[in-house]
């Protein structure tokens, strides 16, 4: 089963232009990571986000984790080209298997040059 | 230093056949994680293994399902009588203990006919 939902499914915008993305999920948790995929294949870490940190940077992204409504959000500034991918949010539970990691379906991003 | 890899990057078998798909982990990543991932979706945990030891199976589908890890650094997933419904990405990750960031593999894509 798939505990994190990411919003929207799709999203296309012109480079340049920020993207943001949200995930919600249903379960409590140790840590909240996102991963990018090119044309469904391997996965990349982007950024870990611990369930006592509300914000955390990393170069031209900034995630958020708000624990009370159990939702974190991607936000990517500056679009480029080459940040057309698929995004995942992922989920390190306290209560799951031994593995912990849920995916979402993820978002589908495209950016127009 | 290298990465996850994975081999062979592609294979085609046909309904009903053996299939062995092999993952290398980063050299001294203890864990190591199997994921199926279909069209569309996102990665679906399979398998997870401390060391030698299948730490977690709660995510293969059926018995014809299953993974060694016998010297606790190659994997192999070996999936006997294949069915078309097999066909996905099926993806490797390492990680240097329990939990935290994966590195993960490129994938092998398993077609059956």
Redesign the interface.
Known sequence: SQQGEEDPQALSIQEGENATMNCSYKTSINNLQWYRQNSGRGLVHLILIRSNEREKHSGRLRVTLDTSKKSSSLLITASRAADTASYFCATDGRGGGADGLTFGKGTHLIIQP | GAG?SQTPSNKVTEKGKYVELRCDPISGHTAL?W?R?S???????LI?F?GTGA??D??LPNDRFFAVRPEGSVSTLKIQRTERGDSA?Y?C?SSPG??????????TRLTVT
């Not at chain 2, 069209?39 to 945990?45: I, N, S, T, V, Y």
């Open positions: 996850v994680y994921y991932q069209l569309g979706q996102g990665p679906e945990f997870y401390q730490a977690d709660s995510g990405v993806l990750a329990r939990g935290g960031q994966r590195f993960f593999g490129p994938g």
